[in-house]
């Protein structure tokens, strides 16, 4: 049985992505991850404001569910075809691609399947930054979808 | 039809590289092309002494015939596990990245399947990775096989 792990960000292309993964899985008869990751907000020197910790608190509480109710969406086509799937938040300091080769070693995926560029496009110009860095990681194969 | 295009180097790496295709070949009832490019270049850049017109028309046949083994045993791998297979053989003076992005977006391809040699630090930087740069330089998605 092969495992799927599909980066998602929410952008327009990352639909693609996921078009693309429920193809893949229905084709392998894949059991399929989607996941994203979420900056965790922190204080900031950047906020001269007093926030006090139960803002922050509520902050990260409405980041992760909009996170969340974002994976249930991708998730949606997979449950329709009968495709096992689950869904996964990753909040903290991380960088996207190191979060996302660390999920992908720890849960022995086959497979990572990212876009080639997400919310970030305009930055790099060919190839994102994020699919690049989980290419040159290695933590397992990856399929670029552009 | 789905369309693959197999990159290979012909090395031990290059058997990940079938498995994986084999895989994603029967799951998604694709046909295979496999391709190897090899260049002048690499000739060329080694050879510093003058080299008559007959002694390099040999020297290229010789790269032919090699690169041609390298396809038709793989190729022997596909057909084994009843895959639709065709073979494809680039000697020319454009290097192996650049060879491969050009086959597999003139061609009607889906994916793009290449392994990763994966060289660390100095090496990568000063050589970058086949398939770093074909991951850029190509329109099609790419798989890219640890």
Not at chain 2, 103 to 122: E, P
């Amino acid at each position: 049985m092969q495992r799927i792990l599909i980066a998602t960000d929410g952008s327009d292309h990352a639909k693609k992505v996921i078009d693309k993964g429920l193809v893949l899985a229905e084709a392998l008869n894949a059991k399929v991850t989607i996941m994203t990751v979420v900056g965790e907000y922190v204080f900031s020197p950047r906020f001269s404001m007093q926030i006090t910790d139960e803002d922050w608190k509520k902050i990260n509480n409405q980041v992760k569910e909009e996170a969340e109710e974002l994976l249930a969406n991708s998730a949606k086509p997979f449950k329709e075809k009968g495709v096992s799937v689950e869904t996964k938040v990753v909040m903290g300091h991380k960088a996207p691609a190191d979060a996302i080769c660390e999920v992908a070693s720890e849960g022995n995926f086959d497979l990572v399947m990212v876009g080639s560029r997400g919310l970030r496009g305009v930055t790099q110009m060919f190839l994102g930054s994020v699919s690049n860095k989980v290419a040159h990681l290695g933590c397992t194969s990856v399929m670029i979808v552009k | 039809m789905y369309r693959i295009l197999m990159a290979i180097d012909g090395d031990e790496h290059s058997e990940r590289v079938i498995d994986e295709t084999i895989t994603m070949a029967k799951g998604l009832d694709a046909e295979v092309t496999v391709l190897h490019v090899t260049g002048e270049y690499d000739v060329k850049n080694r050879i510093s002494v003058h080299m008559s017109d007959d002694y390099w028309a040999q020297v290229k046949k010789n790269m032919q015939e090699e690169a041609e083994k390298v396809v038709n045993k793989a190729a022997e791998k596909l057909k084994e596990n009843d895959v639709k297979t065709e073979t494809k053989v680039l000697v020319g003076k454009q290097s192996p990245a650049d060879g491969i992005c050009k086959m597999a977006d003139r061609g009607d391809f889906n994916l793009l399947i290449i392994g990763s040699h994966r060289l660390k630090g100095v090496r990568e930087m000063f050589l970058g990775s086949v398939s770093n740069k074909v991951a850029h330089c190509t329109v099609k998605n790419v798989l890219i096989v640890k």
